[in-house]
């Protein structure tokens, strides 16, 4: 038997040439409906499938999009990925994860991704290096990033939530429930999307004539991170109610009042970020604000493969707007 069944021998089975069978996969490519027809027939009949590799030497598209992330140990991630994924398969694309948790090379992610010659990048994350990004500029990579903020000196396609807007909306949650000595409890100080819920926090938080008791970081969105930071600060009279910059912090704050006996929410209200599956777990029930990430990846994905037909192409920032979700975190008004 032979080992792999080749556009010679679909080819010979149609009566046609070799260059024929090509552009009878390629798509966009002039051939006429006639001999289309008798090639896929032909090609079906011995069970042809295109080699895609030989066929990105003559497009120069390899059909790879680089899907890129320091937070895989979040749970969110997995939905971004599923997202990720269904969205680029009916175009025929196909996703190449780079990892850079743990403070992995920027320098060796910019060099898998010329190497695999990937036709667009989209960068999955708040808190990547701003030097990986350029680098991909300078690689003249099409580049969307997804949870991102627009800024000047990196120009690259945004697409994100309105954070500055969630930080006002937990603000107001907490204040019309009487809550008043108010913490923030947040991952990485230098993530653009930490910086912009808390700028928004305090601008709510002024509007109700509140002041922020306290800022608190963590070098992750992880869930022992969120423990460790609550415990540090669950002095009595320090705090009466945080609002988390993510879920997973925001739960790991829960288990720390839990393990110190602090009664969620008469004691102390939390608000979370993001709305992951786990947040509405009847074990937590967390009050959160809720990004679309949906919609958030659908248009990431939307803009990569626009970007790869026009690298030119200029897009506008898209920012989604965001919703509060009310559980059983914050007292009720």
Same mark, same amino acid.
């Given at each position: 038997?032979?080992? !792999?069944?080749?556009?010679?021998?679909?080819?010979?089975?149609?009566?046609?040439?070799?260059?024929?069978?090509?552009?009878?996969?390629?798509?966009?490519?002039?051939?006429?409906?006639?001999? !289309?027809?008798?090639?896929?027939?032909?090609? $079906?009949?011995?069970? #042809?499938?295109?080699?895609?590799?030989?066929?990105?030497?003559?497009?120069?598209?390899?059909?790879?999009?680089?899907?890129?992330?320091?937070?895989?140990?979040?749970?969110?991630?997995?939905?971004?990925?599923?997202?990720?994924?269904?969205?680029? $398969?009916?175009?025929?694309?196909?996703?190449?994860?780079?990892?850079?948790?743990?403070?992995?090379?920027?320098?060796?992610?910019?060099?898998?991704?010329? $190497? #695999?010659?990937?036709?667009?990048?989209?960068?999955?994350?708040?808190?990547?290096?701003?030097?990986?990004?350029?680098?991909?500029?300078?690689?003249?990579?099409?580049?969307?990033?997804?949870?991102?903020?627009?800024?000047?000196?990196?120009?690259?396609?945004?697409?994100?939530?309105?954070?500055?807007?969630?930080?006002?909306?937990?603000?107001?949650?907490?204040?019309?429930? %009487?809550?008043?000595?108010?913490? %923030?409890?947040?991952?990485?100080?230098?993530?653009?999307?930490?910086?912009?819920?808390?700028?928004?926090?305090?601008?709510?938080?002024?509007?109700?004539?509140?002041?922020?008791?306290?800022?608190?970081?963590?070098?992750?969105?992880?869930?022992?991170?969120?423990?460790?930071?609550?415990?540090?600060?669950?002095?009595?009279?320090?705090?009466?109610?945080?609002?988390?910059?993510?879920?997973?912090?925001?739960?790991?704050?829960?288990?720390?009042?839990?393990?110190?006996?602090?009664?969620?929410?008469?004691?102390?209200?939390?608000?979370?970020?993001?709305?992951?599956?786990?947040?509405?777990?009847?074990?937590?029930?967390?009050?959160?604000?809720?990004?679309?990430?949906?919609?958030?990846?659908?248009?990431?994905?939307?803009?990569?493969?626009?970007?790869?037909?026009?690298?030119?192409?200029?897009?506008?920032?898209?920012?989604?707007?965001?919703?509060?979700?009310?559980?059983?975190?914050?007292?009720?008004?």
């Amino acid at each position: 038997m032979e080992r !792999r069944v080749t556009a010679r021998k679909v080819a010979e089975l149609a009566g046609v040439s070799v260059s024929a069978v090509s552009r009878t996969f390629t798509e966009g490519a002039s051939v006429s409906r006639k001999t !289309r027809e008798r090639i896929l027939a032909a090609a $079906q009949s011995i069970g #042809y499938h295109p080699n895609l590799l030989a066929r990105s030497l003559m497009t120069g598209r390899t059909e790879l999009i680089g899907l890129v992330s320091n937070n895989f140990d979040n749970p969110a991630f997995m939905e971004i990925f599923n997202l990720f994924t269904r969205g680029l $398969q009916p175009h025929g694309l196909r996703p190449l994860l780079i990892n850079l948790s743990g403070g992995e090379d920027t320098k060796s992610a910019l060099a898998t991704l010329q $190497q #695999y010659n990937v036709d667009a990048v989209i960068v999955a994350s708040s808190t990547l290096p701003s030097d990986f990004i350029a680098g991909c500029i300078e690689l003249r990579l099409p580049v969307v990033h997804a949870f991102g903020r627009n800024e000047a000196r990196t120009p690259v396609h945004v697409v994100g939530a309105n954070n500055r807007e969630g930080g006002r909306l937990a603000a107001t949650i907490l204040a019309e429930r %009487f809550y008043r000595k108010i913490a %923030f409890l947040g991952g990485p100080q230098g993530a653009s999307s930490t910086q912009d819920r808390l700028d928004g926090f305090h601008e709510g938080l002024k509007a109700h004539d509140l002041d922020l008791a306290l800022a608190v970081y963590g070098p992750s969105y992880a869930h022992e991170v969120g423990m460790e930071l609550m415990s540090q600060i669950l002095k009595p009279g320090v705090v009466d109610a945080v609002f988390c910059g993510d879920d997973i912090l925001a739960i790991g704050a829960m288990d720390a009042c839990r393990k110190a006996g602090i009664n969620i929410p008469e004691a102390l209200g939390i608000v979370g970020f993001n709305d992951i599956a786990m947040a509405s777990w009847p074990s937590y029930r967390l009050t959160t604000i809720r990004q679309p990430i949906a919609d958030i990846i659908i248009a990431a994905v939307e803009d990569a493969i626009r970007l790869v037909s026009d690298p030119s192409l200029e897009l506008t920032p898209k920012l989604f707007p965001c919703t509060p979700i009310l559980r059983d975190t914050v007292r009720r008004l």
